[in-house]
């Protein structure tokens, strides 16, 4: 489970920023919305609200971009996203890191970069004790040679392998060595080194981030017919018209002709290389984008397996594509995964989870998500403009967090638990009245009226 989002001098975050899942023990209402580890209670829910442009994409973007790096490295394209709301953030490092859990084992995991030059200045991972101290599992700084913590005691052919991979990694300042030790490398089930391939596998395969515009997930939900009546009974609750969902195979060169030849050509490269990055037989993922609702498998190095969606609408005889539905139906298929799947132990990060939905659907969706996932270890992230929500019926007081601009347009992260509100309060009508800010601030504008 995520317990914490570190980040710092990203895009409009300037000094170090942070999204905490730990539960406060004052807070009493919906005890069921924390899930105990070993002595922690960890949150499931974290709902982030904001004014436009306040910086709660970003928060997402930064979850995104910390999985991106591990996958392939500090993108070309990433230059400018230092914080530049001052000239010397230019050159001054960028950090990221993320507390989780693996199992029953808490780590801490994170990176720091000069953005501008494309360097990765330092790395590091750490195994969490409930004491409070730390034991460092590996740690790299600059140039210098990755090297283990001093607990970690591999045998001596392990620690000969790692200081090969180590020495030969050295100097690579784009790429983490978290990355590094899990490409096409082997573990035994006893091994000493094994956190490297477990912490790998959680950040990649158990964080699951969708935005507005391009949801991604590896869902297994559109290839088989009982997922596929779930997901049509599920559909017909949030009364869209749908009636009915159904897959079509359609080769390489129709989805080609459906979406940009240049971007399919990238989805199939990185399906390859996250194939290559995990060791997995095979891979799929489901894509819903401008041009349609796409699922692709592949199994080693044959053709990939493509499936659009078909839907029908209540009696009637004739098929309907997934473009021709409305933006609030296509943002349900980007969510209906979440209820659904069957993957233990994953957080779902979503950027404007309201995007096109009326706000009962909204709430219809969380209280959908809540029942499903009762108690699982499935934490759901979202970032809202949706006030009717705002409610500590639904949420927790320190599952409710703010993102605001300050005076030098620097992103601030807080947690709503700091107002100390009565579980009676009317939370969405002191939010819209400005009680705990992250809302709009609007200036006087006179229209020039011709005489």
């Known amino acids: 489970m995520l317990i914490k989002v570190s980040v710092e001098n990203f895009k409009s975050f300037d000094k170090k920023e942070e999204l905490s899942m730990l539960s406060s023990s004052k807070i009493q209402g919906n005890k069921n919305h924390r899930m105990k580890i070993k002595q922690t209670n960890i949150l499931k829910y974290g709902v982030v609200y904001g004014a436009n442009a306040s910086g709660k994409s970003n928060l997402v973007a930064a979850v995104a971009f910390i999985k991106s790096v591990l996958m392939e490295g500090l993108p070309v394209n990433s230059l400018n996203d230092f914080c530049r709301n001052r000239q010397e953030n230019k050159d001054r490092e960028s950090m990221f890191e993320l507390q989780f859990t693996v199992g029953d084992k808490f780590y801490a995991y994170g990176f720091s970069a000069i953005l501008s030059s494309r360097k990765i200045t330092e790395e590091w991972l750490f195994e969490l004790m409930q004491d409070g101290t730390a034991h460092n599992l590996f740690i790299r700084e600059g140039n210098k040679v990755p090297v283990l913590g001093d607990g970690v005691n591999p045998t001596i052919s392990e620690k000969n392998r790692f200081n090969v991979y180590a020495e030969d990694f050295a100097g690579h300042n784009t790429q983490l060595f978290l990355a590094e030790m899990n490409r096409g490398k082997k573990y035994m089930p006893d091994s000493k080194l094994l956190f490297f391939c477990q912490t790998f596998d959680w950040l990649i395969n158990h964080i699951i981030v969708i935005n507005p515009n391009i949801a991604i997930s590896n869902t297994a939900a559109y290839y088989n017919e009982e997922s596929l009546e779930n997901i049509?009974?599920?559909?017909?609750?949030?009364?869209?018209?749908?009636?009915?969902?159904?897959?079509?195979?359609?080769?390489?060169?129709?989805?080609?002709?459906?979406?940009?030849?240049?971007?399919?050509?990238?989805?199939?490269?990185?399906?390859?290389?996250?194939?290559?990055?995990?060791?997995?037989?095979?891979?799929?993922?489901?894509?819903?984008?401008?041009?349609?609702?796409?699922?692709?498998?592949?199994?080693?190095?044959?053709?990939p397996e493509i499936t659009t969606l078909v839907l029908k609408h209540g009696k009637s005889m004739f098929d309907f594509n997934f473009v021709e539905e409305s933006d609030g139906t296509k943002r349900l298929f980007d969510l209906?995964?979440?209820?659904?799947?069957?993957?233990?132990?994953?957080?779902?990060?979503?950027?404007e989870l309201e995007r096109s939905l009326h706000p009962k659907l909204t709430e219809h969706f969380l209280k959908l998500f809540m029942e499903a996932h009762d108690s699982e270890r499935m934490q759901l992230i979202f970032t809202t403009h949706e006030d009717a929500i705002m409610d500590q019926a639904l949420f927790r007081r320190d599952e409710i967090w703010f993102v605001e601009r300050n005076a030098d347009n620097a992103s601030k992260i807080y947690s709503l638990d700091r107002f100390k509100e009565r579980y009676d309060k009317k939370l969405s009508k002191a939010y819209l009245e400005g009680r705990y800010g992250a809302i709009p601030v609007f200036r006087q504008f006179a229209f020039r009226k011709e005489g």
């Open 232 to 303: 049509s009974r599920l559909i017909q609750t949030f009364d869209t018209g749908v009636s009915q969902i159904k897959t079509k195979v359609i080769s390489v060169e129709e989805m080609s002709k459906m979406i940009p030849a240049e971007i399919l050509a990238d989805i199939l490269t990185n399906l390859q290389k996250q194939m290559q990055m995990t060791k997995l037989p095979q891979i799929q993922m489901t894509w819903r984008m401008e041009g349609g609702f796409f699922n692709i498998r592949i199994k080693g190095n044959t053709e």
């Open 336 to 351: 209906l995964d979440m209820l659904i799947t069957k993957r233990e132990d994953t957080v779902f990060v979503v950027d």
